[in-house]
């Protein structure tokens, strides 16, 4: 597990890295504009939100809380997978090293 958390930091970091730098140097309407003028701009967004409504479904199932997941979920449609991160991180953190925990969340006693 320890690598895992570590790996999630790193995803953490490289994407608040990321994230800061396109907020600060790039033109979010602009950019946007080129990457939807662009066939595989389009195709790198429905491959992105894709992953986003995947993961999301992970986090939805794992949870307890309705509204800790939609939180969740919406907080991944708009911050991508720094949120991902940080809910890879948060579920190795909450999960006491146990790996079944970590995948079925708050389900786990009902499923076993």
């Known amino acids: 597990m320890k690598i895992g958390k570590v790996i999630a930091?790193?995803?953490?970091?490289?994407?608040?890295?990321?994230?800061?730098?396109?907020?600060?140097v790039g033109d979010f309407g602009a950019?946007?504009?080129?990457?939807l003028a662009n066939p595989w701009g389009i195709v790198s967004l429905?491959?992105?939100?894709?992953?986003?409504?995947?993961?999301?479904m992970w986090i939805y199932f794992r949870e307890s809380n309705?509204?800790?997941?939609?939180?969740?979920?919406?907080a991944m449609m708009i911050l991508g997978?720094?949120?991902?991160?940080v809910y890879v991180l948060y579920a190795f953190l909450t999960s006491?090293?146990?790996?079944?925990?970590?995948?079925?969340?708050?389900?786990?006693?009902s499923l076993i």
């Open 9 to 24: 930091v790193i995803g953490i970091l490289a994407m608040t890295a990321a994230l800061v730098y396109g907020f600060t």
């Open 31 to 35: 950019d946007g504009t080129l990457i």
């Open 46 to 56: 429905v491959d992105l939100y894709t992953g986003f409504v995947l993961f999301s």
């Open 66 to 74: 309705l509204l800790i997941a939609v939180l969740w979920i919406i």
């Open 81 to 85: 997978f720094f949120t991902g991160a």
């Open 96 to 109: 006491k090293n146990d790996w079944l925990t970590f995948f079925l969340g708050a389900r786990k006693k």
